[in-house]
């Protein structure tokens, strides 16, 4: 006489049957449910940190303003399509490849652009600066007067030089707040002379405390005017960057176009390839911004998929030792009536659950390391939000799923192919 089951009382039974099977194993259960959850923490610790990596570096980016555009220097393309990759352009960049074709000329040019309010020109350099027997390396950031209108940067005391001292190349300096602090401690440093390389510079102001955007602190930069540190300290005539401030920035892209002409004819360029420049809108830049945190997420999943591997051999061994412990319940079964099938579903269901209730442990307990995260950061002075992205919920569980039908498998077709009779003897 066949037994059969309806599919409800089959999964209660399937379901009791698991948890009986677990609960009697205790120990290995709970190493092969260790495992999952080390690798779905781990999955859900990434995400988490992805997002909180993306939202620093977004709020960071917006820190300098949403409106803006940046023409920076670029190394031209050289392949003989006139086309280069990233990482050739990378390769240059890491050689030491400067090019030295964008000018303060081309800010007062882009700055007769309808759509653009003001530009700056920046250039970036590193010295000893001096005052007393203080001695300190510092990072200087040659501007044009027109930063302190743009940029989100605020002057707390003082003030910040103007356009005519940089015209006349006039020798004046505004300190961040730690560099001042470096230099004069708690001693007023307004009006006070520094020394940079051999020449001295009169502190006019000390900027507002910032903090850091990425790798740069901008609370220990000295800013200078842009002629000056070009002409007496860097003896040079190019810049980096030019940062423009737009009037309406839903026409971004169309004055990206015009800025675009207008450096070409600066720099005698016919051959859009050739560019010597690259101008970034700020959607440019949020959208690499994205495609690079994006990138690093994915290849911190491949690295985590290694420790669900690893918890997923865990449920597959802990699989085997409760197919050879009940061969002869197998036996039984099969021989009133059990299919192959039956056996099957029936060990695939252990294994699936013994991944999901790893993912839910692991899922809590990744949200709660990633909160820790969030205050250690917060704490060391970086404006990190905490967040778990939603889509990381069901990569979770997908990823348990998967694995515990994968590493459930082999098991479950070990039990659900043996013989009732040779099973029956083992008893």
Do not use: C
């Not at 609960?23 to 995400?47: Q, Y």
């Not at 990138?295 to 669900?308: D, F, P, Q, R």
């Amino acid at each position: 006489m066949q037994v059969r089951f309806l599919p409800k009382a089959h999964m209660l039974s399937s379901l009791k049957t698991a948890f009986r099977s677990l609960e009697a194993n205790k120990g290995r259960t709970a190493l092969a449910i260790l495992g999952v959850v080390i690798g779905i923490a781990s999955v859900i610790i990434v995400f988490s940190a992805g997002e909180g990596i993306r939202r620093l570096i977004v709020g960071q980016v917006e820190s300098f303003g949403t409106n803006i555009i940046e023409t920076e220097m670029r190394v031209p393309k050289k392949t003989a399509k006139g086309k280069s990759s990233d990482a050739e352009q990378g390769m240059a960049a890491a050689e030491g490849v400067v090019v030295t074709t964008l000018k303060v000329k081309d800010m007062e040019d882009i700055n007769k652009l309808p759509n653009v309010r003001d530009s700056y020109a920046g250039i970036l350099g590193q010295e000893q600066a001096s005052y007393g027997n203080e001695l300190k390396k510092a990072y200087l950031e040659g501007v044009s007067a027109s930063y302190i209108d743009i940029d989100q940067n605020k002057v707390e005391a003082g003030r910040f030089f103007t356009e005519a001292e940089d015209r006349s190349l006039t020798e004046v300096a505004v300190l961040g707040s730690e560099i001042s602090q470096k230099l004069f401690g708690d001693s007023d440093p307004l009006e006070k002379w520094i020394r940079i390389r051999k020449q001295k510079f009169k502190v006019v102001g000390v900027m507002k405390k910032r903090g850091s955007a990425g790798m740069m602190n901008f609370d220990d930069y000295i800013f200078v005017p842009v002629r000056t540190l070009q002409k007496k300290v860097m003896g040079i005539e190019h810049v980096l960057f030019i940062i423009s401030e737009l009037n309406d920035v839903k026409l971004a892209e169309e004055t990206a176009d015009e800025i675009r002409t207008i450096v070409r004819a600066n720099h005698n360029i016919t051959d859009p390839d050739r560019d010597d420049f690259a101008v970034i809108t700020m959607a440019e830049m949020m959208k690499i911004l994205g495609t690079v945190t994006n990138a690093i997420t994915l290849l911190l999943l491949a690295i985590v998929a290694i420790s669900l591997v690893v918890g997923g051999v865990g449920v597959m061994n802990i699989m085997y030792v409760m197919v050879s412990e009940r061969t002869p319940e197998i036996g039984l079964r099969k021989s009133i009536g059990a299919k192959y099938k039956d056996i099957m579903q029936q060990f695939l269901f252990e294994s699936v659950l013994i991944t999901l209730v790893g993912a839910v442990v692991g899922i809590v307990l990744g949200i709660l390391i990633s909160f820790l995260i969030s205050l250690a950061a917060i704490k060391y002075g970086l404006a990190w939000e905490f967040a778990v992205p939603l889509r990381s919920f069901p990569v979770a569980l997908g990823f348990s799923l998967v694995f515990g039908l994968a590493f459930g498998l082999y098991p479950a077709r070990k039990a659900a192919r043996l013989d009732p009779v040779e099973a029956l003897r083992r008893e």
